[in-house]
């Protein structure tokens, strides 16, 4: 875009219409609600180490890169080995893993300067892996004089705000004016990203949280360049209104997994409750419940002796009685549900 101003904070806040501000809201109260969850903490672990690897598996997908996000979490891991005619998709991760840690400050290390000199760093950094494959290199880093300096402006005039509302928009705003702008050579949509998630960062989001907006603009690719292309007047505000909208949406899946998650927690704390005593029909209901609790559907009557090996031990050589008279018990407990002449737990019964 020859001649693209890039959008002032000020001016987009004052245009941004009243269906942004809610949608906004609702990110923000997403947002807050995440923090709702105590799980356990290797439980954490795990969950953040997902949506890391989902938040760079959306990064280098969006350019080509046909890693799985399992593929992306073992190498993150350092125990995805490739052939070497794809170690190159390997080396895409790691970079922008590097990239991302050093612009975040995660390895202890103090954030850099937010200049077009490390937009270079960045740009060089990237190119060295991302076009081994083409074998296309840019002997620059930018398109031109004129555009190295329209982006140091752009990145001059962000400054950290007070107002966390403020800090959220000027990200996404940094994103589509670097978009809009296209000052480098290459890799203009990655790079937008990048500096958009070192403001969020700086804003006080974790890496994994971030994951919410990368995934969404790889989900919706299609509508993600339409809006970045669009030429009318509102076309930034629509961007950051479209970009709430995933972040709300990618916050909102992250809390039904967390609620899940601790809906496990406390099912699992309710039956060590519940079959606390040493007797044998007790071990067994036990066992049996949570052997069927690992099931993510029904059972049918006649399956229920054979959904695990050690059920299947407890009851082989007892009367098929044993087994009925037990999932009544856990009926009557309201442990389990009967529909028809299937099962299921009762994982309802914990809920307000």
Not at 204 to 223: D, M, V, Y
Not at 242 to 265: C, E, P
Not at 325 to 343: P, V
Request: net charge neutral; aromatic share 8%; proline share 3%.
């Amino acid at each position: 875009m020859q001649n693209f101003t890039p959008h002032a904070l000020d001016k987009i806040l004052e245009q941004l219409p009243k269906q942004g501000w809610l949608v906004l809201g609702e990110a923000l109260s997403n947002l807050s609600c995440l923090g709702l969850f105590p799980i356990y903490p290797d439980q954490r672990e795990k969950f953040v180490k997902e949506y890391e690897a989902k938040n760079i598996a959306a990064l280098v997908s969006f350019d080509g890169n046909t890693l799985t996000e399992a593929q992306v979490k073992d190498r993150l891991a350092q125990k995805l080995f490739l052939p070497v005619s794809q170690e190159y998709l390997g080396r895409q991760v790691d970079i922008l893993n590097n990239i991302l840690n050093k612009l975040s400050g995660a390895k202890g290390e103090s954030r850099p300067s937010f200049n077009a000199e490390l937009a270079a760093d960045c740009f060089k950094e990237i190119e060295s892996q991302f076009d081994l494959s083409s074998g296309n290199f840019s002997p620059e880093v930018f398109v031109s004089e004129e555009k190295r300096i329209v982006l140091e402006q752009v990145l001059a005039s962000v400054i950290k705000r007070s107002d966390f509302n403020e800090n959220i928009i000027e990200a996404l705003l940094l994103h589509y004016n670097i978009q809009k702008i296209k000052p480098f050579k290459l890799h203009n949509n990655l790079l937008a990203k990048i500096f958009s998630q070192y403001l969020l960062v700086q804003a006080g989001l974790p890496l994994w949280k971030i994951s919410a907006l990368n995934q969404h603009f790889n989900i919706t690719k299609t509508e993600y360049l339409r809006r970045i292309d669009a030429e009318i007047e509102t076309a930034g505000v629509d961007f950051i209104i479209y970009a709430l909208r995933g972040l709300s949406d990618g916050w909102k899946t992250q809390i039904i997994q967390l609620s899940a998650m601790q809906n496990d927690i406390c099912w699992s704390v309710l039956l060590e409750k519940e079959f606390a005593g040493n007797s044998e029909g007790e071990r067994r209901q036990k066992i049996l419940m949570q052997e069927l609790s690992r099931k993510s559907d029904v059972v049918e009557r006649n399956d229920l002796a054979y959904m695990s090996q050690q059920v299947n031990e407890m009851y082989k050589h007892r009367h098929p009685r044993t087994l009925m008279r037990d999932i009544k018990d856990l009926e009557d407990k309201r442990l389990i549900i009967r529909e028809g002449k299937f099962y299921r737990v009762n994982k309802e019964s914990i809920k307000v």
